[in-house]
């Protein structure tokens, strides 16, 4: 693959792989903003990162009345309502390196860093289908495709949405062409991204030039063979490989939180207090109600209090303060989410290291 025109990166990121080009900020320096300043958001991608010229750039969309339709930036940003929303995006390779622990997964051994929580700007996807006059009949996923920079594993990259989510009024779905108020940089995705909120990272297709729809998911690589969660007894490549159309794509990605960082600081009269910060994300069916730390592997908890959540589509961010702590020891978080489900401590292992979700857990 040729990576001769990829372009600058962060240097704020810890590389995991330079071509393709990977990266994940310090979980510590992550928790201290809302919303994640760009040279902060990882950096996940299956083939070189190029500039596109925008001028030039046309979205083209299929199954319209006249078989094909194509939209320059100009009557994306002009012709259609201009929406912000703010959003997580989180890849579903999260936590990885811990479930690696459990036995060997095959990926980037991601720390817990692979999230970021942004404001979007774009176009509905829903505006644009109907006014585009998309048919619809037998229609039931979205497709959405980049041919214009090459990957890993397959001719393009690929992925699809159910068309219900694409049509809601409340799904959020963006052809978003701005990240934090500023155009999109191409590390994410210029001149257009996908912002599928509440879907694992690998749906919000980068430098998207392609769109239709289909009685059928996209067979692409990164929808039908991978992003999946194989179960545990599946533990070799050779043995996934006839496995993988019998398990559902993966969607939202489950409860999960985390302990980013942990302070330890001495009172005037000598006590130790431990500060403790986390984000916590929930499924997209509920919001996260609240966060619980514990110092004794789960035997006692003790509410967080949440310092950040915003809209439908948002991390949690939370914070502890533990009073007449020990020099040393283990805090623990889960989270809860409105549905009342608990996020638990263990998570099962599958092969491809994803959705890697049990009890967060840091020493100090
Ligand atoms: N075209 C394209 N889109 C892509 C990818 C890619 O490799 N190519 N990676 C996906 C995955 S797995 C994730 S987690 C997110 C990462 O987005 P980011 O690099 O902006 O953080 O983009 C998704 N969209
Ligand atoms: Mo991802």
């Known amino acids: 693959m040729d990576y001769s025109r990829e372009v600058e990166h962060s240097n704020h990121l810890i590389i995991r792989g330079r071509e393709p080009f990977n990266a994940e900020p310090k979980t510590a320096a992550l928790v201290e903003f809302n919303i994640t300043p760009d040279e902060l958001v990882y ?43 703010v959003a997580a995006l989180q890849c579903a390779g999260n936590r990885r390196k811990e479930m690696n622990k459990i036995k060997p997964v095959n990926g980037i051994l991601w720390d817990d860093a692979v999230i970021c929580n942004v404001r979007w700007t774009g176009a509905r996807l829903r505006d644009v289908l109907l006014d585009a006059g998309v048919s619809l009949e037998g229609a039931a996923h979205v497709l959405f495709e980049s041919h214009i ?62 769109i ?7 067979l692409n690589f990164y929808q039908a063979r991978d992003y999946k969660i194989l179960p545990p007894e599946v533990e070799t490549k050779q043995a996934a490989s006839s ?4 398990y559902p794509s993966m969607t939202s990605l489950p409860l999960n939180s985390v302990v980013a960082s942990t302070t330890l600081t001495l009172t005037p009269s000598g006590e130790r207090m431990l500060t403790v910060k986390g984000y916590a994300t929930s499924h997209m069916s509920a919001r996260v109600e609240n966060v619980e730390v514990s110092t004794d592997n789960g035997s006692t908890w003790l509410p967080a209090r949440i310092t950040y959540q915003e809209g439908q589509w948002s991390w949690t ?48």
């Open 317 to 364: 961010l939370w914070e502890a303060i533990l009073s007449n702590v020990e020099e040393h020891g283990e805090i623990v978080c889960r989270a809860v989410d409105t549905a009342g489900v608990i996020q638990g401590p263990e998570c099962k292992w599958n092969l491809r290291g994803v959705a890697f979700n049990p009890w967060g857990r840091r020493k100090w």
């Open 243 to 246: 496995l993988w159309s019998k």
């Open 43 to 85: 950096c996940r991608n299956h083939g070189p990162v190029e500039e596109i010229d925008d001028e030039t750039f046309r979205l083209k969309i299929y199954g319209t009345p006249e078989g094909c339709t194509s939209l320059s930036m100009d009557d994306l940003q002009t012709k259609f309502e201009r929406v912000q929303i």
């Open 212 to 218: 239709r729809v289909s009685a059928d998911e996209s």
């Open 149 to 210: 920079t090459p990957c890993q594993d397959d001719t393009y990259y690929g992925a699809s949405i159910e068309l219900k989510k694409a049509l809601d009024e409340e799904g959020d779905v963006l052809l978003a062409y701005e990240m934090n108020d500023e155009p999109l940089s191409p590390d994410r995705g210029a001149p257009i991204r996908l912002v599928v909120p509440g879907y694992c990272g690998a749906r919000w297709v980068k430098w998207l030039d392609t």
